[in-house]
């Protein structure tokens, strides 16, 4: 079992940037393929973007790809997603997510944290 807290969402003008945490705890985070994914009020859930357990690899949506940068530091357990150039259509509740796949961590994770809210206003 882990457990995932994101933090960092709020509201920023379009152009603007946001960095999101998701703290982990309960397993060793080093386990786990870590990655974000989104949901807009009345879409499906999406994929954001993914990373490997100690760092590698780094998988983007086309959406954000030369945007968003994933990063984990796995001294602290922690997980972030630092978004730059911000649009509205960004505009979602953002989740972390953990599993010990790296495959599955980014179409049917495990494990999921709460969300947080960014709202990229025009």
């Known amino acids: 079992q882990v457990e995932l807290v994101e933090s960092g969402g709020g509201l920023v003008q379009a152009g603007g940037a946001l960095r999101l945490s998701c703290a982990a705890s309960?397993?060793?985070?080093?386990?786990?393929?870590m990655g974000w994914f989104r949901q807009a009020p009345g879409k499906e859930r999406e994929f954001v973007a993914a990373?490997?357990?100690?760092?590698?690899?780094?998988y983007y949506a086309d959406s954000v790809k030369g945007r968003f940068t994933i990063s984990r530091d796995n001294a602290k357990n922690t997980m972030y997603l630092q978004m730059n150039s911000l649009k509205p259509e960004d505009t979602a509740v953002y989740y972390c997510?953990?599993?010990?796949?790296?495959?599955?961590?980014?179409?049917?994770?495990?494990?999921w944290g709460q969300g947080t809210q960014v709202t990229v206003s025009s």
């Open positions: 997510a953990a599993d010990s796949s790296y495959t599955k961590v980014q179409s049917t994770p495990d494990y």
């Open positions: 309960g397993r060793t985070f080093s386990w786990f393929g």
């Open positions: 990373i490997r357990k100690y760092g590698g690899s780094p």
